[in-house]
């Protein structure tokens, strides 16, 4: 039987637009601070938004890189590579890192390359008419150099890998935001069943872009603020723990998912997962001091994960605070329930919660050490996880 209680989360690290830190995030979200940005880009194409929450694009110094390693990747793959470098060069990271038993878990999001335009189509069907050069010199304006490589998202990958040498099993999960939170479970379980001794978990949003309206209009997206990050953790051993001085570590007490669900179909889906969560972690609805939905990108997610958590905590006789990092990061894709996670483990070490009464969010005490953390993916895919101080 898998024993997720040898397993540890421990390693937070979180780039939004709030900062480059779970605490970062934390204060501006009970702050009231403005984290987003003014996006002319976005005017015409993005319904009722002219701001977006967007992050530097990490250079090669920051990245740790050779500044080639810029040219054969794109601005979602160096978030994740920055993501992960946060938590692994953290203080909670003891000894070395890397080697056949390290890892990587990762959700992405879909490739949002924008392709040639049309006019530069045409041009090049001119070109071709005339010289073989004009086309060269054409191409080459139009087109980034590795842009073949820059659009896969197994660059992200690959980067993370190579710079810190992770050879151990890996999986990666895409394009929606139940792929954070799968990352998440499936690198603890890697673990925990001895797979590996430790895993890189993490979730990176897309790349704030007017073409990213157009691949989401069909899906039902609500106009809410995108946003840029990436979130990332690691799991490990409990015996290879050091005393985290940024907090005690964490546990994955239950999970549950499922997939493919739609309609009415997708509020059961949703509360099969919570509940299949709570029982695997030996606890009740009761138990849960602190919910973090997914974020309310569409309408059906929206009324589902409400009417989910109702059957749930509604026959308990009182409802946990409910509460997101939305105002301050924007709707971060695959990235956002993890950074969800992370933000847990910050609430989890602290013994602290955030409660937003819809006008404000506000810091109260966490009465119970566990939070309850969900994803709900446009194609009806759920997902529910049960975190848990490793002490309780």
């Given at each position: 039987?898998?024993?997720?209680?040898?397993?540890?989360?421990?390693?937070?690290?979180?780039?939004?637009?709030?900062?480059?830190?779970?605490?970062?995030?934390?204060?501006?979200?009970?702050?009231?601070?403005?984290?987003?940005?003014?996006?002319?880009?976005?005017?015409?194409?993005?319904p009722?938004?002219?701001?977006?929450?967007?992050?530097?694009?990490?250079?090669?110094?920051?990245?740790?890189?050779?500044?080639?390693?810029?040219?054969?990747?794109?601005?979602?793959?160096?978030?994740?590579?920055?993501?992960?470098?946060?938590?692994?060069?953290?203080?909670?990271?003891?000894?070395?890192?890397?080697?056949?038993?390290?890892?990587?878990y990762?959700?992405?999001?879909?490739?949002d390359?924008?392709?040639?335009?049309?006019?530069?189509?045409?041009?090049?069907?001119?070109?071709?008419?005339?010289?073989?050069?004009?086309?060269?010199?054409?191409y080459?304006?139009?087109?980034?150099?590795?842009?073949?490589?820059?659009?896969?998202?197994?660059?992200?990958?690959?980067?993370?890998?190579?710079?810190?040498?992770?050879?151990?099993?890996?999986?990666?999960?895409?394009?929606?935001?139940?792929?954070?939170?799968?990352?998440l479970?499936?690198?603890?379980?890697?673990?925990?069943?001895?797979?590996?001794?430790?895993?890189?978990i993490?979730?990176?949003?897309?790349?704030?872009?007017?073409?990213?309206?157009?691949?989401?209009?069909?899906?039902?997206?609500?106009?809410?603020?995108?946003?840029?990050?990436?979130?990332?953790?690691?799991?490990?051993?409990?015996?290879?723990?050091?005393?985290?001085?940024?907090?005690?570590?964490?546990?994955?007490?239950?999970?549950?998912?499922?997939?493919?669900?739609?309609g009415?179909?997708?509020?059961?889906?949703?509360?099969?997962?919570?509940r299949?969560?709570?029982?695997?972690?030996?606890?009740?609805?009761?138990?849960?001091?602190?919910?973090?939905?997914?974020?309310?990108?569409?309408?059906?997610?929206?009324?589902?994960?409400r009417?989910?958590?109702?059957?749930?905590?509604?026959?308990?006789?009182?409802?946990?605070?409910?509460?997101?990092?939305?105002?301050?990061?924007?709707?971060?894709?695959?990235?956002?329930?993890?950074?969800?996670?992370?933000?847990?483990?910050?609430?989890?070490?602290?013994?602290?919660?955030?409660?937003?009464?819809?006008?404000?969010?506000?810091?109260?005490?966490?009465?119970?050490?566990?939070?309850?953390?969900?994803?709900?993916?446009?194609?009806?895919?759920?997902?529910?996880?049960?975190?848990?101080?490793?002490?309780?």
């Amino acid at each position: 039987m898998t024993n997720l209680d040898a397993v540890r989360l421990t390693a937070p690290g979180l780039y939004t637009a709030a900062g480059a830190d779970p605490a970062s995030l934390w204060e501006a979200l009970v702050a009231g601070k403005d984290t987003g940005r003014p996006y002319e880009l976005l005017a015409d194409t993005w319904p009722g938004a002219g701001t977006a929450f967007l992050v530097d694009d990490p250079d090669a110094a920051t990245l740790g890189v050779h500044r080639r390693v810029l040219r054969t990747s794109e601005k979602q793959a160096r978030m994740a590579l920055y993501g992960a470098r946060l938590a692994l060069s953290g203080p909670s990271v003891a000894g070395p890192v890397g080697g056949e038993g390290w890892g990587l878990y990762l959700g992405l999001p879909t490739v949002d390359e924008q392709l040639l335009r049309f006019s530069a189509l045409d041009g090049l069907r001119r070109a071709a008419d005339e010289s073989p050069g004009a086309v060269a010199a054409l191409y080459g304006r139009e087109v980034p150099p590795f842009s073949g490589l820059s659009h896969l998202n197994s660059t992200a990958a690959a980067h993370i890998s190579a710079a810190f040498g992770l050879t151990g099993a890996m999986a990666a999960y895409s394009p929606f935001s139940d792929a954070g939170l799968t990352a998440l479970i499936d690198g603890v379980l890697s673990v925990a069943e001895g797979e590996n001794e430790a895993a890189v978990i993490g979730a990176v949003s897309p790349k704030v872009h007017p073409l990213l309206f157009p691949q989401y209009e069909e899906l039902g997206w609500t106009g809410a603020a995108p946003g840029e990050g990436a979130a990332f953790l690691v799991a490990r051993r409990a015996e290879d723990v050091p005393a985290a001085p940024d907090g005690p570590a964490v546990r994955l007490a239950g999970y549950g998912r499922g997939f493919g669900a739609d309609g009415a179909d997708l509020t059961s889906a949703l509360t099969e997962a919570v509940r299949a969560a709570l029982a695997m972690a030996g606890t009740d609805a009761a138990g849960i001091g602190w919910v973090l939905p997914d974020a309310g990108w569409t309408a059906a997610g929206e009324q589902a994960q409400r009417a989910a958590l109702g059957q749930v905590f509604g026959p308990a006789g009182g409802w946990p605070a409910v509460a997101g990092a939305e105002r301050a990061t924007g709707v971060l894709g695959p990235a956002h329930p993890l950074a969800h996670g992370v933000l847990a483990l910050h609430g989890l070490a602290t013994g602290r919660l955030l409660a937003d009464d819809g006008e404000t969010v506000r810091e109260e005490p966490l009465p119970a050490s566990r939070v309850l953390v969900l994803a709900c993916g446009a194609r009806g895919q759920v997902c529910a996880v049960v975190l848990e101080g490793a002490g309780s």
